[in-house]
Structure formats: structure tokens, C-alpha cells
T-cell receptor, first 110, second 114 residues
Framework: DAKTTQPPSMDCAEGRAANLPCNHSTISGNEYVYWYRQIHSQGPQYIIHGLKNNETNEMASLIITEDRKSSTLILPHATLRDTAVYYC???????????FGKGTHLIIQP | ETGVTQSPTHLIKTRGQQVTLRCSSQSGHNTVSWYQQALGQGPQFIFQYYREEENGRGNFPPRFSGLQFPNYSSELNVNALELDDSALYLCASAPGGRTGNEQFFGPGTRLTVL
């Protein structure tokens, strides 16, 4: 079973910041938080990951709470092309693959 | 830099048959993972290969098997196909072995079992 809980769907207006929450209350000390997204009919795309510090790259920002039990993915200026299913995944460093849940279907409204 | 490629794009088989799916990893990546994605679900991890050896496996029966070649490309073989094997099969490559590096996914192979 996935170790994360995400809302099944969210809407966001184009040009606004999209904030996607994720709960991972059972995360272990050596597990990272990863975010991927999957646009319809394509393979998942890596977005960002972090351990305990906030992270930012050209696609998004990741905010992890101090107790590491939840995180938020922020798309600063959402576009229509950001409409996708977003998956929050916790993972250690082993060879056990990524455990995907059902994710959040983010719909960007024009 | 060439990304992850998979072949074929689509495939139709009948129950009981065998199928082989192929994946070419991204340049410089020596780890390949395979995932099964049923309609409306997230991808499910099948197994991972690192330097031609299986080094991780999800909850899939032995009729799901794989190979990784010296050039790090990979095959997924499924024997005795069942109707529930109908899914999108995704291949992902990554640099390194047991580390938590990000994985780069291919576009997938859509398998339909009739």
C-alpha cells in the first residue's frame, strides 16, 4: 500500500499557484519525498524530491514540514499543460521501486 | 541525449500466449525498472535490474520475468497471459543501483489481452 495520502482531485486557475498537499505520517528518517506527474497517455515525469529541507527547481517547489509528516508541492504559475495526475511518493534508498498511490488529478482551468 | 524508448507502442494478445516487451534506457543509465499500470490506477512496481541482475521485485508472480543486456537495454517477458494483464507497461531508467535517484520513464507499451 502507498504510504501517502493525497486528495483525489483539485482545480486551479491558470496563472495562479497550484498547491498540492500530501500526508506521509509514517515516513522513516531515511526516506525521501518524491513527486512525479503523469500527463494523460504518457509515462510519469519526475518533478522534484527532498529529505527535510525545502527544495526548488525550474519546475516546482517542495515544502516539507518540520516533523516531515506532510509536504506541499507548489507549481508557482500553473498553465493548462500542468493538467495531470500528481503522485507523492516516499522512498528510501533501496531497490524496491516507486510505490504509486492514486495521486491527485490537478485540473488547470482557463 | 536520447530518452527512454519502448517497443512496441501497442500490442494485442490472446489469453495463454506469451509476450516480450522491450526498453532502451537513457544514455548513461545502468538501472532499469518495469511497472504495470492498470486503467485508472497508479503504476505498480514489477522489478528492477542493475548491471544485468534483478535486484528488486514487487508483488508479481514468476511468469513475469526480465532480462537486462550489457548495453543496459531490457526486456519484460510475460508467460501464460491472463485477461488482467491488460495494462500499460512502463519502463524507467536511472543512474546508479540502489540509490534513490530519480527515474526517467518511457512512454509505455499498451498491452491488451483478449
Amino acid at each position: 500500500d502507498a504510504k501517502t495520502t493525497q486528495p483525489p482531485s483539485m482545480d486551479c486557475a491558470e496563472g495562479r499557484a497550484a498547491n498540492l498537499p500530501c500526508n506521509h505520517s509514517t515516513i522513516s528518517g531515511n526516506e525521501y519525498v518524491y513527486w512525479y506527474r503523469q500527463i494523460h497517455s504518457q509515462g510519469p515525469q519526475y518533478i522534484i524530491h527532498g529529505l527535510k529541507n525545502n527544495e526548488t527547481n525550474e519546475m516546482a517547489s517542495l515544502i516539507i514540514t518540520e516533523d516531515r509528516k506532510s509536504s506541499t508541492l507548489i507549481l508557482p504559475h500553473a498553465t493548462l499543460r500542468d493538467t495531470a495526475v500528481y503522485y507523492c511518493i516516499v522512498r528510501g534508498g533501496g531497490a524496491d521501486g516507486l510505490t504509486f498511490g492514486k495521486g491527485t488529478h490537478l485540473i488547470i482551468q482557463p | 541525449e536520447t530518452g527512454v524508448t519502448q517497443s512496441p507502442t501497442h500490442l494485442i494478445k490472446t489469453r495463454g500466449q506469451q509476450v516480450t516487451l522491450r526498453c532502451s534506457s537513457q544514455s548513461g543509465h545502468n538501472t532499469v525498472s518495469w511497472y504495470q499500470q492498470a486503467l485508472g490506477q497508479g503504476p505498480q512496481f514489477i522489478f528492477q535490474y542493475y548491471r544485468e541482475e534483478e535486484n528488486g521485485r514487487g508483488n508479481f508472480p514468476p511468469r513475469f520475468s526480465g532480462l537486462q543486456f550489457p548495453n543496459y537495454s531490457s526486456e519484460l517477458n510475460v508467460n501464460a497471459l491472463e485477461l488482467d494483464d491488460s495494462a500499460l507497461y512502463l519502463c524507467a531508467s536511472a543512474p546508479g543501483g540502489r540509490t534513490g535517484n530519480e527515474q526517467f520513464f518511457g512512454p509505455g507499451t499498451r498491452l491488451t489481452v483478449l
